[in-house]
């Protein structure tokens, strides 16, 4: 029994993953489930997608459930994380990944843009924590990452709500950091540079800043790269680790 948790080190531990249905948020749920975490799998629309991931997590011999709901809505999320958490038996671990990208001119941009983008990053962050702190409390401790981007970092045009969105992540994942400290609950974030993944048409293609041309190691991140952060700062491994921006960008953006 001993060799089997120490080859699953998440073993018992219960994560909620929005966003989860495709690229990074998909490799994060996978690869926390193969370390031994039941998967509360999560999107906003598209039950396909999320199903597809519950059925690869099972057939690869873990443990995970669907819970669709607007991570952004505030009379939507305190239900979905209840139903997930009854479901489950409670939750340990909070990746809030789910976000939108647009490509948008200052000048050009509405206010219902800027307020649509930032809803999902920043207020979805807020909901999902304010809903998911009871249970790890009640459990004795847990973790929250939050997927940051490094468009706040070395300045993008046309993204200024993505920016405004990830650097707002950012300093509530400081705060919590310190304030949930007492609680054993660590706190993180994660900022991705450019990473091989499906773009959605509304986030429109590549800004040319961010492209493979100013990566140092030449080459665009894999998801499976994140997500390996992701486990790191959520395992055991990572128990020290609190109210930090992780960069993972071959070399995009030094700290």
């Not at 994060?28 to 999107?43: M, P």
Request: with cysteine; hydrophobic share 45%; charged share 20%.
């Amino acid at each position: 029994m001993a060799a089997v948790e120490q080859d699953r080190p998440l073993a018992g531990k219960v994560a909620l993953v929005t966003g989860a249905g495709k690229n990074i948020g998909r490799e994060i749920a996978r690869c926390l489930a193969a370390d031994g975490a039941t998967l509360i799998v999560n999107g906003r629309s598209d039950r396909a997608a999320v199903d597809e991931v519950v059925r690869e997590i099972a057939a690869a011999g873990g443990k995970a459930i669907a819970a669709m709901g607007d991570a952004s809505d505030p009379a939507a999320v305190p239900p979905m994380v209840e139903a997930a958490a009854a479901a489950t038996g409670g939750i340990d671990i909070l990746v809030s990944n789910a976000g939108l990208r647009r490509q948008t001119k200052f000048l050009e941009m509405s206010f219902a843009e800027w307020r649509e983008i930032l809803s999902v990053s920043l207020d979805g962050a807020f909901l999902m924590a304010k809903a998911v702190v009871p249970h790890m409390i009640r459990r004795g401790g847990g973790a929250i990452v939050g997927l940051s981007g490094i468009s706040n970092h070395v300045g993008t045009p046309n993204r200024c709500h993505v920016s405004a969105a990830k650097a707002g992540l950012e300093g509530l994942v400081r705060a919590l950091a310190i304030e949930l400290a007492p609680h054993r609950i660590t706190c993180n974030a994660v900022a991705p540079g450019t990473i091989d993944t499906v773009r959605g048409a509304s986030a429109g293609p590549m800004p040319k800043r961010l492209g493979v041309g100013g990566v140092p190691l030449a080459r665009k991140g894999r998801p499976e790269e994140i997500a390996a952060m992701v486990r790191l700062l959520v395992g055991p491994e990572g128990g020290y680790i609190t109210g930090q921006t992780i960069h993972v960008n071959g070399g995009s953006f030094l700290t």
